[in-house]
């Protein structure tokens, strides 16, 4: 139980780009389109006397991959936050399952840029921490390109100034 003097945990102070709603339909529609392409091949393949199994397969795929493209940026969207100190990178991430990552930077192995196709179409890019944490890096993707370079820079500059290192 939390002593009543504790601080609460807030949100990470900034969003991502909203662009990252792009790239994040972008992302979707990928996944129905793969879907829709195993359907056809299923078509192709499968000889049934009646095609009803097939119609309703792909009306299932269609509807609920048409409601994920739509909902699914905007959840994420909502949810994603991040924030950087001269001391630590705080993250908030997820869709179904959400987690808050608080890394401190004494511990930070490598920071690093990274641009995708679509998101360097989109001029977005995504920062990755690497920690030596048994969780894993922290990531924050849907960062607009200017913003991500002068993250690096300040993470960078920062973990390099952390003397006390706790790896």
Same mark, same amino acid.
């Given at each position: ?26 992302? &979707? ?28 397969? @792909? ?6 991959? &048409? @409601? +994920? ?7 994420? +969207? ?11 990178? +705080?993250?908030?991430? %997820? ?20 641009? %995708?196709?679509? @998101?360097?179409?989109? %001029? ?17 993707? %849907? ?15 920062? &973990? ?8």
């Amino acid at each position: 139980m939390p002593h009543p003097a504790s601080p609460v945990l807030r949100d990470p102070a900034h969003r991502v780009s909203r662009r990252a709603l792009a790239l994040w339909t972008i992302q &979707a529609v990928g996944v129905l389109a793969v879907l829709l392409v195993a359907q056809v091949v299923w078509w192709v393949v499968d000889d049934p006397p009646s095609r009803t199994a097939h119609w309703l397969v @792909a009306l299932v795929w269609l509807v609920a991959g &048409a @409601a +994920y493209a739509v909902g699914m940026p905007q959840w994420r +969207y909502r949810v994603h936050r991040w924030e950087a100190t001269p001391r630590a990178v +705080y993250t908030q991430s %997820g869709w179904l399952r959400q987690e808050r990552r608080i890394a401190p930077l004494n511990r930070a192995q490598t920071v690093d840029l990274e641009r %995708g196709p679509v @998101a360097q179409l989109l %001029g977005l890019a995504s920062v990755t921490v690497t920690t030596a944490s048994a969780a894993g890096p922290i990531r924050i993707h %849907g960062l607009d390109l200017p913003v991500a370079e002068q993250l690096v820079e300040a993470l960078t500059a920062a &973990a390099v100034a952390e003397r006390d290192d706790a790896t």
